[in-house]
């Protein structure tokens, strides 16, 4: 077993700030717990993430302190409540360096974002015929939503398929864009391969065709690396707080200001409204008008707290470790026999994606959790990538950043335990 | 941890999950089913002889899964042989309360023999992994479905 300390040895250590892994740890709550009479070590910050003590004090006091509803009351309270949650705004438009708080919309989550580019686009923007092109790593909200708007609109949905290694096959892409592509929605990193897609470059080329917009779902990126949507050239990016160790139910919706403004509302409601008469309605501008009826509040205040969260820790010392405990794991896991680990792209985030030859993922799944070890097993909602690969099912481990060294060491163990039973 | 591990993964599961019994699609099979699982992507087909009284004369399956859903499907189609449809009926209700309860149910609806159940009584360790009872059951629901000339199953 390694020790927390060591935990910390990362590639750049020396010129990066170190993470003070004790005190991250005693940050979050949730890691003192036992599993079974085990520790938790908890490697499935992929599905969602652990929430830091900050956070939680953040959306306690509002509610013990602030909450009213937001936008609506001149009294005290709701003027609080309005400052929290217009403050979540702006931490999150400078976490993307968007240019203004306008062109950050709040959804329930990254989902409900890419449904509502695919269905604002496709009333506003996109015809019948034209394209949209989607990569064979996608999560499943980044392919049903396109899939619904093909069938409603009749657009064409265009596939970038993937290389052995699970990196996008980048030739293909460029084969694919053309006169007829209005949208590039892609991974930055992939969730069941944790692949990280050349995104800024995938842009350039998309913007050097012509008029073409790109979508870009950062569920996975945010919460360990600087994004900034600008250098990027993003039209829309899109993550979800809960990924960023910060509450589910708010996500976040960048898009260019002109761009949201061009856009037809999505729902309809208290909020999106400038005026109401029984005739007829007009909608406020960005960022408003996709906001209909009463936004979590209280969510907000936490993801505020979340952005502060990483970023005090700073994201260079938490890309440096874990990708430390990234090429940790793939060490220690490759030399497990039968192992076979699915995504060896080059441009990795900290996720690992097995199987074991003598052991189905669920048996593997339901081993490791009595040993402590909480994973994924699944097929991770990619169910496209579990197919290109032809398996069922991967064990997915996923690390953040409270995770450590020994964690990795553990699950090696519990591993040895599933050969144990199955040979 | 082991200990408790093995209950749930006895010698019996582990054998049938390796080597499947019954494990092929016979030509004159007149009822069948696809189950799926779309939590973990396990996918069954269940094929069942039935004759003109209306006893099941064969049971095989295809398919994959994980040890659990592919010993229960194992041993299934090792005990439905020479049941008539409600016998079969009865049997997974007796088996779906074995997986789900620590006490024996009060009464069987039919009268269930006293072998088969058993030869089920195995797989009754996943009564303490609630998320593994749909692994269990999934090759169950798709016989039924069968029975009841469904073709497609689903476990959500």
């Known amino acids: 077993m390694t020790t927390m300390t060591e935990a910390i040895r990362s590639p750049g250590a020396n010129?990066?700030?170190?993470?003070?892994?004790?005190?991250?740890?005693?940050?979050?709550?949730?890691?003192?717990?036992?599993?079974?009479?085990?520790?938790?070590?908890?490697?499935?910050?992929?599905?969602?993430?652990?929430?830091?003590?900050?956070?939680?004090?953040?959306?306690?006091?509002?509610?013990?302190?602030?909450?009213?509803?937001?936008?609506?009351?001149?009294?005290?309270?709701?003027?609080?409540?309005?400052?929290?949650?217009?403050?979540?705004?702006?931490?999150?438009?400078?976490?993307l360096n968007a240019e203004s708080s306008d062109e950050i919309v709040f959804?329930?989550?990254?989902?409900?974002?890419?449904?509502?580019?695919?269905?604002?686009?496709?009333?506003?923007?996109?015809?019948?015929?034209?394209?949209?092109?989607?990569?064979?790593?996608?999560?499943?909200?980044?392919?049903?939503?396109?899939?619904?708007?093909?069938?409603?609109?009749?657009?064409?949905?265009?596939?970038?398929?993937?290389?052995?290694?699970?990196?996008?096959?980048?030739?293909?892409?460029?084969?694919?864009?053309?006169?007829?592509?209005?949208?590039?929605?892609?991974?930055?990193?992939?969730?069941?391969?944790?692949?990280?897609?050349?995104?800024?470059?995938?842009?350039?080329?998309?913007?050097?065709?012509?008029?073409?917009?790109?979508?870009?779902?950062?569920?996975?990126?945010?919460?360990?690396?600087?994004?900034?949507?600008r250098d990027l050239g993003a039209d829309f990016y899109t993550f979800s707080a809960h990924k960023l160790y910060g509450p589910s139910g708010i996500g976040v919706l960048y898009g260019r200001k002109?761009?949201?403004?061009?856009?037809?509302?999505?729902?309809?409601?208290?909020?999106?409204?400038?005026?109401?008469?029984?005739?007829?309605?007009?909608?406020?501008?960005?960022?408003?008008?996709?906001?209909?009826?009463?936004?979590?509040?209280?969510?907000?205040?936490?993801?505020?707290?979340?952005?502060?969260?990483?970023?005090?820790?700073?994201?260079?010392?938490?890309?440096?470790?874990?990708?430390?405990?990234?090429?940790?794991?793939?060490?220690?896991?490759?030399?497990?026999?039968?192992?076979?680990?699915?995504?060896?792209?080059?441009?990795?985030?900290?996720?690992?994606?097995?199987?074991?030859?003598?052991?189905h993922p669920h048996d593997i799944g339901t081993i490791l959790d009595r040993a402590g070890v909480a994973v994924r097993a699944g097929h991770h909602c990619a169910q496209p990538v579990m197919d290109r690969f032809e398996v069922a099912a991967t064990v997915r481990a996923s690390f953040g950043l409270y995770n450590t060294e020994?964690?990795?060491?553990?699950?090696?163990?519990?591993?040895?335990?599933?050969?144990?039973?199955?040979? | 941890m082991l200990d408790e591990l093995r209950e749930l993964y006895q010698e019996v599961i582990l054998d049938h999950g390796k080597n499947p019994r019954n494990f092929r699609h016979p030509d004159d099979a007149n009822r069948s089913a696809h189950g799926y699982n779309p939590m973990c992507g396990d996918t069954l087909f269940i094929y069942l002889t039935l004759d003109e009284e209306g006893v099941i004369t064969d049971c095989a399956f295809k398919g994959k899964g994980c040890a659990i859903s592919l010993a229960s499907a194992s041993l299934m189609t090792q005990t439905l042989k020479g049941l008539t449809e409600q016998q079969a009926r009865a049997l997974f209700e007796r088996f779906h309360w074995l997986c789900t309860h620590d006490e024996p149910p009060e009464e069987d609806a039919v009268e269930l023999d006293p072998e088969a159940l058993e030869r089920l009584e195995v797989l009754s360790g996943v009564r303490d992994f609630p998320v593994r009872v749909k692994c269990a059951t999934l090759a169950w629901h798709t016989m039924t479905a069968a029975l009841d000339g469904q073709q497609e199953v689903s476990t959500e």
């Open chain 1, 15 to 95: 010129s990066v700030k170190a993470l003070d892994l004790e005190q991250v740890r005693a940050d979050f709550p949730v890691l003192r717990r036992e599993v079974y009479g085990r520790p938790l070590v908890y490697l499935d910050t992929a599905a969602s993430a652990q929430k830091p003590r900050q956070v939680i004090d953040a959306m306690t006091s509002i509610m013990e302190e602030s909450y009213a509803n937001v936008h609506r009351g001149v009294h005290r309270l709701s003027q609080e409540s309005t400052d929290l949650f217009e403050g979540a705004r702006e931490r999150a438009a400078r976490l």
């Open chain 1, 406 to 423: 020994a964690e990795v060491d553990a699950l090696v163990a519990a591993l040895h335990k599933v050969k144990e039973l199955f040979g």
């Open chain 1, 107 to 229: 959804t329930r989550g990254a989902t409900e974002a890419i449904n509502l580019v695919a269905f604002c686009c496709g009333e506003g923007l996109l015809q019948a015929g034209d394209e949209v092109i989607i990569t064979a790593l996608e999560h499943h909200s980044n392919i049903v939503p396109w899939q619904m708007l093909r069938d409603r609109k009749g657009i064409v949905l265009k596939v970038v398929p993937m290389l052995d290694d699970g990196s996008l096959d980048l030739e293909a892409y460029r084969k694919l864009l053309s006169e007829r592509t209005r949208m590039v929605a892609t991974t930055h990193i992939s969730n069941s391969l944790g692949t990280i897609t050349p995104v800024k470059k995938m842009i350039a080329e998309a913007k050097a065709q012509g008029d073409i917009l790109v979508l870009v779902d950062g569920c996975q990126a945010v919460p360990h690396c600087q994004v900034d949507v």
């Open chain 1, 258 to 359: 002109e761009l949201l403004n061009s856009l037809p509302p999505y729902q309809g409601g208290g909020e999106m409204i400038s005026s109401v008469t029984m005739e007829k309605s007009s909608f406020k501008a960005a960022p408003h008008r996709f906001e209909a009826g009463t936004p979590a509040i209280v969510e907000a205040a936490g993801l505020a707290a979340a952005i502060d969260y990483v970023q005090t820790l700073d994201y260079d010392a938490i890309q440096a470790h874990e990708q430390g405990l990234l090429s940790y794991a793939t060490t220690q896991l490759s030399q497990i026999d039968g192992l076979r680990i699915f995504g060896t792209a080059p441009e990795k985030a900290a996720i690992v994606s097995f199987t074991l030859e003598s052991a």
